[in-house]
C-alpha cells in the first residue's frame, strides 16, 4: 500500500539541516541536492518512484514564473489487485531570473517541495536546534551534543524528540485530502 511505504520512507529520512544562505535575502535553507540524496535512499529501500505527471499551470509575469506541477509518487510493486498504487501531490513552485532561468527555479522549488511535504522532512538551523531543547544552558549542550554525533545529525534520535506518526495519521491526512477536493 502506497500509504504504509510513504510512511515507512517518512520514519528513515530525519531531519535536514540548512546547508545553503541566499545571500541576496539572508535566509537559510536546506539544498535540493541536500533532499534528494536524503529522499531517494529511502525512497529506493521502499521501491517508490517519483515522476513529474503534468503541468497544470504556468504564469510568468517579467522575470518571475509561477507553476503548478502534479508529482506522482508510485509504488513500484503492485498490489494484490495486480496493480501499481500511486498518488498525486499537486504542488506550486516559484522562479525569478533576470537570465533565463526562473522555469527551471520554479521547476526545482515545486520538486523539492513536492518531496519535504510528502514525507514531512523538517529542516533545521542552529536557531531551530535550540527550539528543541529548554533555557538551561549544560541541558541545551547536552542535547545538542546527542542529537549531533560526530559533527553529523544523529536522526534517530531527532525522530524520537519530534515523534513517531502511525499508520492511521498518514491516513487520515489522505481522506482529509479527499474530502477537499
Not at 517579467?62 to 508529482?71: D, R
Not at 509504488?75 to 526562473?102: P, S
Not at 519530534?162 to 499508520?167: I, K, Q, T, Y
Amino acid at each position: 500500500m502506497i500509504a504504509n511505504k510513504i510512511l515507512n520512507v517518512m520514519t528513515k529520512i530525519g531531519p535536514i539541516i540548512k546547508d545553503k544562505t541566499n545571500e541576496e535575502k539572508g535566509f537559510e535553507y536546506a539544498s535540493l541536492a541536500n533532499i534528494i540524496l536524503k529522499a531517494r535512499e529511502a525512497m529506493i529501500e521502499e521501491k517508490i518512484i517519483m515522476i513529474s505527471h503534468k503541468v497544470e499551470q504556468i504564469v510568468q509575469k517579467g522575470n518571475n514564473v509561477t507553476l503548478s506541477m502534479i508529482y506522482r509518487f508510485y509504488d513500484t510493486e503492485k498490489n494484490e489487485k495486480g496493480e501499481n498504487e500511486y498518488i498525486d501531490v499537486n504542488i506550486a513552485g516559484e522562479g525569478c531570473d533576470k537570465e533565463g532561468w526562473a522555469t527551471y527555479k520554479a521547476l526545482s522549488g515545486a520538486y523539492k517541495y513536492a518531496i519535504t511535504q510528502t514525507f514531512a522532512i523538517p529542516t533545521l538551523d542552529d536557531a531551530e536546534k535550540s527550539k528543541l531543547t529548554n533555557n538551561s544552558e549544560t541541558e541545551n549542550e547536552e542535547t545538542e551534543e546527542s542529537i549531533l554525533d560526530g559533527g553529523g545529525l544523529n536522526e534517530n534520535k531527532i525522530e524520537s524528540i519530534l515523534g513517531d506518526p502511525s499508520v492511521e495519521d498518514f491516513n487520515s491526512l489522505f481522506e482529509l485530502g479527499g474530502k477537499a477536493m
